[in-house]
């Protein structure tokens, strides 16, 4: 009975939340509009050009067979750091080269291939879901900041916090879940036989997987793009009803020991529901430096609940729970902000002065580059590989061995 209560209630809830929403559309046009061109500039310019290969090129080393020979190649590595299979390491390299939701898609591709295990699903979109090096350098640390340094210092952080969860996430929920690589074997030889056998069983032409590539990315990309214009707009809106305002003020109130500045406590208000607009308002309010980089650090880390819901629909047709994910965002802003207050002092003096060459890039040259730093990541960490394994063949002292 409680249950059907409970079903009925929000039910209600949602109907009652979406009239408003409609209503509040109807009763602000103008704004409305600005705030969808804005949400779709940003999606147009920023979002499908720099995502677009990296959702290709996925959708076919998946489909090829790439992404098991690589699994089996990186288990040494995997295993021993985060205590998952090979196949992660694949999802590892493009999120940190990419930023979110890729991450969160490519999770999902392996989960419903079977090269994961649920848990191990669930921890690997914990720690891989970065925001864009694109949007930390580019956008943050030139475009708001004007002090390209920063950029450093904002992705460190960042990326730093999120490998260090990824690690401590190792020890959660050993309940043994998980495929497993006997490394005593013959790698190489193992892995070119998996391809080989997926090659055999892929019945498809390559210009029909390349084609659907094609097609699974942009339909994919679309769906992005509808949650960037729509929580736009959603923030637009709370900006309008001062619903913004009063969390900001709530904040101030809770964290009345460190003296929050007013606008600084509005841009995190607003990072928490859309992390771009709320770097804008961070930047722009009259806090010290440092705390100013913290907080974007923080937004970032959170990621916003547009990123949330991106990710969401992205794994919504596997088993994997969402509630870690959400867990994982927290610790994870929290650790980003503590970090970049710990490095800022050194880095602005180490950076100061240095020329940084991220002034005329734009997306086309990013998805190049980022390219190439998902190349070089896999190939040091085969070479990490390669180096754990013959420490394991020799018999070292090695805390990892597999059994």
Not at 23 to 30: A, C, D, E, G, T
Request: aromatic share 14%; with cysteine.
């Amino acid at each position: 009975m409680f249950h059907n209560k409970w079903n009925y209630l929000t039910f209600l809830i949602k109907i009652i939340t979406i009239l408003i929403i409609f209503v509040s559309l109807i009763s602000y046009p103008k704004d409305v509009f600005e705030a969808s061109l804005r949400g779709l500039n940003t999606w147009w310019t920023i979002v499908f050009p720099a995502l677009l290969p990296f959702f290709i090129m996925s959708e076919l080393l998946v489909a090829l067979g790439i992404v098991n020979f690589l699994g089996i190649l990186l288990e040494p590595v995997m295993r021993p750091l985060f205590n998952l299979p090979g196949p992660a390491a694949f999802v590892l390299a493009v999120g940190y080269t990419s930023g979110a939701p890729i991450s969160s898609m490519v999770t999902a591709n392996l989960r419903n291939q079977g090269l994961v295990s649920k848990n191990e699903a669930e921890r690997i979109i914990c720690f891989t879901n970065n925001a864009s090096p694109l949007f930390m350098f580019g956008a943050v640390a030139v475009g708001m900041f004007n002090r390209p340094e920063l950029g450093i210092i904002i992705a460190g952080s960042h990326y730093l916090a999120n490998i260090l969860l990824g690690i401590a996430l190792r020890f959660w929920k050993r309940d043994g879940d998980y495929m497993h690589y006997n490394s005593q074997e013959k790698a190489f030889k193992r892995a070119f036989e998996t391809l080989v056998t997926t090659q055999k069983t892929q019945i498809k032409p390559f210009g029909k997987l390349l084609g659907d590539a094609i097609k699974n990315s942009v339909h994919t990309l679309l769906l992005i793009g509808g949650f960037i214009i729509l929580f736009s707009v959603f923030i637009e809106l709370l900006t309008i009803f001062y619903i913004i305002e009063y969390l900001s003020l709530l904040l101030c109130f809770i964290f009345t020991p460190f003296m929050l500045d007013i606008n600084l406590a509005q841009g995190i208000a607003s990072g928490l529901i859309e992390m771009t607009i709320g770097s804008k308002l961070i930047i722009d309010s009259a806090a010290p430096l440092n705390l100013k980089v913290a907080a974007v650090s923080l937004v970032l880390g959170w990621s916003g609940l547009s990123i949330h819901a991106q990710a969401l629909s992205m794994i919504s047709n596997t088993d994997i729970s969402f509630f870690p994910f959400i867990v994982a965002r927290i610790f994870h802003g929290i650790m980003a902000a503590g970090l970049s207050l710990i490095i800022f002092n050194p880095a602005i003096s180490a950076f100061s002065g240095s020329v940084f060459p991220f002034y005329n890039f734009n997306s086309f040259h990013f998805s190049l580059i980022s390219l190439a730093c998902f190349c070089g990541i896999l190939i040091i960490m085969i070479i990490c590989s390669m180096i754990f394994r013959v420490l394991n063949n020799l018999r070292f002292i090695w805390p990892f061995r597999s059994h």
